[in-house]
């Protein structure tokens, strides 16, 4: 308790999900406390995304158990925060481990039911499930990436 957790004008590159205690918000510049935050809320995540330095201090009220994420691993997992909001849907580094170009986006399967599986390339396992697989392919065609569901024959009624 009474630790800062992350200061203001601090430029930091983590985002941070509270999993357990208590964290206080203030402005520091003036003193002035702008919230308390509690389990599952986050902060960080506009200095992280901005790269630019954070404009309040988070202190913990309590012991304080956090969830964080920092840029580099977002960009690893996800890509650029632009590119998610793009709806852009390949990290770059699997576009960097593969053929994928930066402008893939997702697109409905219903455009192209006409796929068979050998006409997709097999990247990555996205994950896994008690019915299947979820996996990374790519059209051999147009280079369209889609998220292919897997199933389990003994769970298809």
Sequence with gaps: PGEAILRVGEDSDTFFIIRSGRVCASNKSNGSEVGSLGKSQAFGLQTMIKDAPTNATYTAESPVFVYFLTRKDFHRMIGSWQ??????????????KTRITRKTRITTVTKHDHLKLED????????????????????????????????SKAYIV
């Design 83 to 96: 590119d998610a909001l793009d709806g852009i849907s390949v990290s770059r580094l699997t576009m960097r």
């Design 120 to 151: 997709l390339e097999k990247f990555n396992v996205l994950g896994k499930g008690a019915f299947g697989k979820v996996k990374l392919v790519q059209s051999k065609g147009d280079k369209t990436v889609f998220a292919l569901k897997a199933l």
